[in-house]
C-alpha cells in the first residue's frame, strides 16, 4: 500500500490536535490510594475527571457532555446551518474546557468539581454525579480541612457549603461585576472581587485575597462581530497609571469575626484588612497557610519587581512578622515561590542575590536565612513559571522543578529541608511542568513531555525513580504516522559581549552534502530552547512540518531575559529590548552562516508579542540580516505595555530612557524585507491600535508589508482553530514566497 501523504498545516493546528491533549492537575487522595487528574483522551479541549488507583489503567469518572466524544476534525464538523451564528456557536462548542477544577473530599471517597459554573459531588469509584448548587457562576473551588465544608467564589464573592445540609452562605457582599461586553481577552475580571480562598489546618479561618480595579484605566476595544459595532472596554492600566488594589483579608468563621474590606452578611460582622502595607503598589505571590497551626504566609512583590516581602500573620495575636524585605534594582518578572517547611517551623523561598535562583529557609519566628542549595542552577519551574515547591514531614525532604542538569530541562528533585545535595526524580528527558506528592511521600505524579514526546502524566516511585510510570496516552493514532526528528542544541558566543548562547536546531532529516537549506528562526522569544513538546500552541508540530515537509532548518535561541543561566543574563533583559537581545539574534545569524548546509540568503524569523517585537526591531535596525520576518501582536509602544510589564519598563515619569529608547514608533524608515503583521482586534495585551499606528506611519514612509487579522482572537492570534487554520496558511504562504523551502545546490 502506498504510504500516507504528509499532513496538511491546516489539519496541524486544528482540532482535535494530533498530538492530543496533555492531562493536567494530577491530586492525590488523601489516603493515597487513588490519584485523580483532567484528561481529554480525543484531543478536545473538554477535559473530564479521571482517577488511577494502583497499577491498574486509569478510568474516566465522569461523561459531562457525551456530545463532546462525537466532536469531527475541523472540516468536516458542518452542520445543515452553515450561517455566521450557526458556525460561531458550534466554535464555542468544540472550544468548551469541561471542568476546570476538583477537589478530594477529607476521606477520600468523594470528589467535588465545579463544571458549567456549578459545583457537584461524585463517588471516587463513579457513578452519577449529584449537582450541589445551582445559577453558575462558581469557581475557586476550595474544601476544608475536616471535610465539612466548601467554600467557593460567585460573583466576585465569598460563598461556604455546608456538606451536612446543604447550605449555602455568602461570606461577603463587595463584589462588583466587569465591565466588559465580549467574552475574549485576558482582563475580563470582576471590577471588585475576592480570589484564592484558602483554609487554615484547623479548619478555623478562611483567607482570600481582595482585588479592586474601580480605580484602573477602562482601554477600550471596539468590537465588529455584532448588529452594530460596540465599544467593548476592560480594565487595563498602561504603566504609571493607577493600579489595582489588593489585599488580603481573613474570616474568622470560629467566631463569626473576619478581616477583610467589607461587610459579612450572614456573619453580622465588619471585617478590616489585614495589616499590610502599599495595597496599590504590590502583588500577592504567595498565600498558604502552616500545616501545624494558624499561621498564613504571605509572599509579595512590588510591580516594578525590586521589592519582595516575605510575611507571616498570627490573626490570634493580630501580628504582622516581616521576614524578608528585601531590594535588588535589576529584578524583572518574578521567579519567587516560598512554602512552609513540614514541621511549621521555616520557611522556603528563593532568593537571587548570588548569581543564581536558589533556595533558602529562614525560621518563621524570624531570624537569618541559610541556602538550601547550592550550585550554579536556577531553582525554576518551566517557561516562566516559578518552581513548584513541597515539604514531606516523615522524610524532612523539600521538593522542588530545577534546571539542575542543564537549562534546556526542568527536572523534580528534593534534597533535605536542612539542605544538602539535590537528588533528581524524573528520569525521562524534557520538561516536567508540575507534580504532586503523594500523602505518604512514596510516589510523585508528575507531567512531563519532550522534543518528540508530548506531554503525559507519570507516576514516580521515589525510592526507584526509573521504575517510572506512564499513565496516560494523549496522542491521537494519526501521530504515530508523522516523521519526528530530535533537534540538536548548540552553543555559540554573543558578538558583543561575554554571554554564551544556547539555542535548538531542528534540521531536515535527510540532509544532503553539497546543498544548502533555509532557515527559521522563532518563535522568538525568551525560554525557547528547551526539551518539550508545546501545547495548546501547535508550535511542536509546525516546526517538525517545517523540517520534513520545507527542508527547513527551525531553530530557536534562548534570548537574554531567559531563566536556567543565573541571575545576571536573565536581568540584562531589565530596559533593553531592542539591544542586547538584537544582539543575540545576529550572533545566532553568524552561528547559522558559519554551517556548510545553511543558505545566508534564505534566513527568515517569525515571533508573538515580544517575539513580535524583536522580528520588527531586527527588520528596522538590520536591514538585509533576514529574508523576511512575520511580526504577531508585537510590543511596539511601551507606553501601552501592561502595568505587570513594569517589572520589566518600570514606569515612565521614574525611566523616561527606557520608553523614549524602545517604542517601535520612531522607527521604520530602514524598512526593506518583506514583513507580514498578524494581530488580532481583540487583543488586549498589546492593543491593536499600536499596530495601526505603526501600519500608518509605515505607509506614509511608502513601505510595502502584508497583514493579517483575525476579527474576534485575542493576543495569541491562531486561537480559536479558525483562526489558527487561516493565519497559519498565510504564515506558510508569505514563507514560501520569501524564504522558499528545499535545499538548493551551494553556489561555487
Known amino acids: ?45 473538554f477535559r473530564d475527571l479521571w482517577v488511577v488507583e494502583g497499577d491498574t489503567p486509569p478510568v474516566r469518572l465522569t461523561v459531562m457532555d457525551p456530545s463532546a466524544d462525537a466532536l469531527q476534525p475541523f472540516g468536516e464538523h458542518f452542520g445543515a446551518d452553515l450561517s455566521l451564528e450557526a458556525l460561531r456557536q458550534e466554535s464555542s462548542r468544540r472550544h468548551a474546557g469541561g471542568i476546570g477544577e476538583y477537589a478530594w473530599s477529607a476521606s477520600g471517597q468523594e470528589l467535588y468539581f465545579v463544571y458549567r459554573g456549578d459545583v457537584h459531588a461524585l463517588a471516587a469509584t463513579g457513578g452519577t ?43 461577603t457582599a463587595d463584589a462588583e ?50 448588529e452594530e459595532p460596540i465599544l467593548h472596554e476592560v480594565r487595563r492600566g498602561y504603566p504609571g497609571d493607577a493600579d489595582e488594589i489588593r489585599r488580603v483579608v481573613m474570616i474568622d468563621l470560629g467566631t463569626g469575626r473576619g478581616r477583610g474590606t467589607g461587610t459579612v452578611p450572614e456573619l453580622g460582622t465588619v471585617p478590616v484588612p489585614l495589616p499590610l502595607p502599599d495595597a496599590t503598589g504590590r502583588s500577592v505571590l504567595t498565600l498558604a497557610w502552616s500545616p501545624t497551626g494558624a499561621e498564613l504566609l504571605i509572599e509579595q512583590d512590588s510591580h516594578e519587581a525590586e521589592h519582595r516581602w516575605l510575611h507571616v500573620y498570627s490573626p490570634a495575636r493580630g501580628e504582622l512578622r516581616t521576614l524578608v524585605a528585601d531590594h535588588r534594582p535589576r529584578r524583572i518578572y518574578p521567579l519567587f515561590a516560598s512554602a512552609w517547611s513540614s514541621d511549621g517551623r521555616r520557611v522556603h523561598f528563593i532568593d537571587d542575590h548570588d548569581g543564581w535562583y536558589r533556595l533558602h529557609a529562614i525560621p518563621a519566628r524570624g531570624g537569618r536565612a541559610r541556602p538550601v542549595t547550592r550550585g550554579e542552577f536556577d531553582v525554576a519551574g518551566s517557561g516562566f513559571a516559578a518552581t513548584t515547591l513541597a515539604s514531606h514531614a516523615a522524610s524532612r525532604a523539600l521538593y522542588f522543578i530545577a534546571a539542575a542538569d542543564g537549562p534546556y530541562e526542568r527536572h523534580v528533585y528534593r534534597v533535605p529541608e536542612a539542605g544538602g545535595r539535590p537528588e533528581r526524580l524524573t528520569r525521562l528527558p524534557g520538561i516536567h511542568e508540575t507534580f504532586a506528592l503523594s500523602p505518604d511521600g ?94 495548546p500552541r501547535p508550535i511542536s508540530l509546525l516546526q517538525q512540518h517545517l523540517a520534513h515537509e520545507g527542508e527547513y532548518l527551525v531553530v530557536q535561541v534562548d534570548l537574554r531575559g531567559s531563566a536556567g543561566y543565573g541571575v545576571a543574563f536573565r ?85 523616561p530612557d527606557i520608553f523614549a529608547a524602545s ?25 491593536f491600535r499600536t499596530t495601526v499606528q505603526l501600519m500608518e506611519k509605515l505607509m506614509l514612509l511608502g513601505k510595502d508589508f502584508d497583514m493579517v487579522v483575525p476579527p474576534e482572537s485575542g493576543h495569541w492570534w491562531a486561537s480559536p482553530e479558525h483562526y489558527a487554520v487561516h493565519t497559519f496558511r498565510k504564515f506558510m504562504q508569505f514563507f514560501a514566497r520569501h524564504v522558499p523551502p528545499g535545499g538548493r545546490e551551494a553556489a561555487d
Not at 457562576?137 to 471535610?147: E, M
Open 1 to 45: 500500500a502506498a504510504e500516507p501523504g504528509p499532513v496538511s498545516v491546516e489539519r496541524l493546528v486544528s482540532l482535535p490536535t494530533l498530538s492530543g491533549t496533555p492531562p493536567a492537575s494530577p491530586a492525590w487522595s488523601p489516603d493515597g490510594a487513588r490519584l485523580a487528574f483532567l484528561w481529554n483522551d480525543r484531543g478536545f479541549p
Open 129 to 171: 454525579p449529584v449537582r450541589l448548587t445551582e445559577g453558575g457562576g462558581k469557581h475557586g473551588l476550595a474544601a476544608s480541612p475536616d471535610g465539612e465544608r466548601l467554600a467557593f467564589l460567585e460573583g466576585g464573592d465569598l460563598w461556604l457549603l455546608t456538606l451536612a445540609d446543604g447550605a449555602v452562605r455568602r461570606l
Open 177 to 226: 461585576p466587569g465591565i466588559g461586553t465580549v467574552a475574549v481577552g485576558a482582563f475580563l475580571g470582576a471590577d471588585v472581587e475576592y480570589r484564592r480562598p484558602a483554609w487554615s489546618a484547623d479548619g478555623r479561618y478562611l483567607a482570600a485575597e481582595f482585588v479592586d480595579r474601580r480605580g484602573v484605566r477602562r482601554m477600550p476595544i471596539p468590537s465588529y462581530l455584532h
Open 442 to 535: 512514596r510516589r510523585l505524579a508528575v507531567i512531563g513531555s519532550n522534543d518528540t514526546t508530548p506531554g503525559e502524566l507519570y507516576v514516580v516511585p521515589v525510592a526507584d525513580p526509573a521504575a517510572y510510570r506512564r499513565i496516560t496516552h494523549s496522542p491521537l493514532p494519526e501521530f504515530a504516522a508523522l516523521p519526528l526528528a530530535a533537534p540538536r542544541y548548540v552553543t555559540f558566543p554573543s558578538r558583543s559581549d561575554d554571554f554564551t548562547l544556547h539555542a535548538r536546531i531542528l534540521e531536515p532529516p535527510k540532509l544532503q552534502p553539497g546543498r544548502r537549506y533555509p532557515v527559521l528562526i522563532g518563535n522568538v522569544y525568551s525560554e525557547t530552547a528547551r526539551n518539550q513538546w508545546t501545547w
Open 571 to 655: 536581568e540584562a533583559f531589565q530596559g533593553d529590548w531592542g539591544g542586547g537581545d538584537l544582539e543575540d539574534l545576529h550572533s545566532t545569524v553568524e552561528y547559522l552562516r558559519t554551517l556548510p548546509h545553511v543558505d545566508p540568503d534564505r534566513i527568515g524569523i517569525w515571533g508573538n508579542s515580544y517575539g513580535g517585537m524583536m522580528v520588527l526591531f531586527a527588520l528596522f535596525e538590520r536591514p538585509g540580516l533576514f529574508a523576511g520576518g512575520v511580526a504577531g501582536s508585537p510590543a511596539i509602544d511601551p507606553f501601552r505595555f501592561t502595568q505587570y510589564d513594569q517589572r520589566l519598563s518600570r514606569r515612565p515619569e521614574r525611566r
Open 663 to 687: 517604542s517601535l514608533l520612531t522607527r521604520g524608515e530602514r524598512l526593506e524585507d518583506p514583513l507580514l503583521f498578524i494581530h488580532g482586534l481583540h487583543d488586549d495585551i498589546v492593543p
